[in-house]
């Protein structure tokens, strides 16, 4: 069983994918409609809320992910996250279905600004990737604990990110 993801942050970067899930998956760019993007005060990443139905946020769908890289970003996102299923639409206007990670009301009051995945790039991305080691630890914590080569997780992993 294969999942989409919606990403509009970090996760668009193929030298943060290659990190986690140990490999860039296809994808498509994408549009989710009805969302804004913000910075998150004291951090480089973004977060996205519901809005106005004429805002949007670009970003990409993640095609083809396994069950346990979708566990993986669960672990990725801080647990200041939930996942919820969206319909983005992509560049030929088809929505698709998927996940994406949205920030959660009670922690709106750390959202300041607009956030550019360019700037980021710019700025912040070499030192992002330093971060993450090459057995996949987070800035925030450590993922190695969830390699493995098929959709099952290789270890215990109940619970790290139930959304």
């Not at 805002?55 to 939930?82: F, P």
Request: glycine share 6%; aromatic share 10%.
């Amino acid at each position: 069983m294969s999942g989409t993801a919606f990403v509009y942050g970090t996760l668009m970067a193929p030298e943060v994918l290659q990190l986690l899930i140990k490999r860039v998956p296809k994808s498509r760019a994408a549009t989710l409609n009805g969302y804004a993007r913000y910075r998150v005060k004291e951090q480089v990443f973004p977060a996205i809320i519901p809005a106005k139905s004429s805002s949007k946020v670009t970003g990409m769908v993640l095609m083809e992910l396994s069950r346990s890289e979708l566990d993986i970003l669960d672990v990725y996102e801080s647990e200041e996250y939930y996942r919820a299923a969206v319909e983005p639409e992509v560049e030929d206007g088809t929505k698709v279905p998927a996940d994406v990670y949205i920030w959660k009301d009670e922690h709106k009051h750390k959202l300041d600004g607009e956030w550019s995945y360019d700037e980021w790039r710019q700025l912040h991305l070499h030192r992002w990737v330093e971060r993450l080691t090459p057995d996949g630890a987070h800035p925030s914590g450590d993922l190695s604990e969830f390699h493995c080569t098929d959709d099952s997780l290789t270890a215990a992993a109940s619970g790290a990110a139930d959304m």
